[in-house]
């Protein structure tokens, strides 16, 4: 009772400010609200006219297939965000992806699968691939994180350069062992029960088991940033690392960190993956990066710095997922969801650098 009061009381609040307003103030307060929340207004009429085209758009199972889709994806952004907090970016978060893939679907095909990479190689334990995959991710992480806080380098330039190390890294894995390149798949079945198995249903439905691993992912990272040390520094060195480093706070320690953090996200993002997609390649991971930082923006992370929200961050990737949906269901060609994904990409960033510069 006492939150429904607080919210109350809040909104009795706000309106009785507005009121106050002059006919002026009141039409810049709503120019602002509808300028700072286009995005979310896009998506709304977007929702609506998809479903008005389409009557399955918002049927149980396409609604499945979409919270599906996005749980996927949530580790990624998650990752990503810490770095957007820290005012940077990371261009290698869909390679590290690929390589994380191909080693998770390396290591769990089955023995009986006819061009298995490692023919002597009993089918690991799950929790030991999961583990290498994190470690893996995180070395990368690490690396983009020491380039960054030691030389001063900008996240941008050492993301990329990394992205090129990690892809190389890649091509040479799928070519050992006389693989020469081909998909890896024939996954063994207790590694895909695992991971897109189902114990839950929605109106027949099946709900798959990673989206559960996803809402872990969620907390464990909202405990992080919120309720952790590490998570108040992160937010005071994106806010200025200056001010942070005479605070007492290790900048270079929290860079490094961060980025670390992130790379074990993607670690995840690519265990998860390399059972749904069933089939790794080259390709693996390819843009994964461009969506994770697209969804952050449009849930709030600045890249101005200093600012951003788990909640958020989940929001956006599951806003943007929406769209990328509805782009199918309204049969939108594809190559267009391209030129789609960039614009929204230029019009959050454009959104969130015009709140900044308002509060400047």
């Known amino acids: 009772m006492n939150v429904f009061s607080n919210m109350k009381s809040s909104w009795n609040a706000k309106i009785s400010s507005y009121q106050a307003l002059d ?26 006219y998809t479903q008005a085209k389409n009557s399955y758009f918002l049927k149980p199972d396409s609604i499945v297939n979409i919270i599906s889709l996005s749980a996927a994806n949530i580790p990624i952004a998650c990752g990503i965000a810490g770095c957007i907090v820290l005012t940077g970016t990371d261009l290698s978060a869909g ?41 893996v991710g995180g ?28 892809y190389g890294c890649l091509l040479m894995y799928i070519m050992i062992n006389g693989n020469n390149g081909q998909p890896l798949s024939g996954l063994d079945q207790s590694f895909k029960d695992f991971v897109t198995g189902s114990h839950l249903s929605v109106a027949g439905v099946p709900i798959p088991n990673y989206v559960f691993y996803a809402i872990v992912v969620v907390i464990f990272m909202w405990f992080m940033w919120n309720k952790t040390t590490f998570g ?17 706070v290790n ?21 998860i993956e390399s059972a749904r997609i069933g089939s790794n390649q080259a390709g693996t991971g390819l843009n994964y990066e461009c969506d994770a930082i697209a969804a952050c923006v449009i ?3 600045s890249f101005v710095g200093g ?15 929406i769209i990328f949906v509805a782009l199918q269901f309204l049969s939108i060609n594809q190559n267009l969801q391209y030129i789609i994904k960039g614009l929204i ?4 960033c454009s959104i969130d650098m015009r709140k900044y510069l308002v509060r400047k």
């Open 95 to 135: 390679r590290v992806v690929g390589l994380t893939a191909c080693i998770s679907a390396s290591l769990l095909q089955s023995v009986t699968y006819a061009t298995k990479m490692f023919p002597d190689l009993p089918v690991m334990p799950i929790w030991l691939v999961i583990l290498i995959a994190i470690a």
């Open 23 to 48: 006919s002026k103030d009141k039409k810049t307060f709503w120019k602002e609200t509808l300028i700072n929340n286009a995005m979310y207004i896009l998506i709304l009429v977007a929702i609506i």
């Open 232 to 248: 108040k520094n992160m937010f005071a060195v994106g806010s200025s690392p200056e001010a942070a480093n005479v605070s007492g």
């Open 139 to 166: 070395l990368v992480g690490w690396v983009n994180g020491f380039f960054v806080a030691k030389f001063s380098l900008h996240p941008f330039i050492v993301t990329l350069a990394t992205q090129l190390i990690v």
């Open 299 to 301: 849930g709030g992370v």
């Open 251 to 271: 900048v270079m320690k929290t860079t490094i960190l961060v980025h670390t953090l992130a790379g074990c996200m993607y670690g995840i993002t690519g265990f």
């Open 307 to 321: 600012t951003g929200k788990i909640s958020g961050v989940v929001m956006g990737v599951f806003l943007l997922r």
């Open 345 to 348: 990409i230029l019009i959050a």
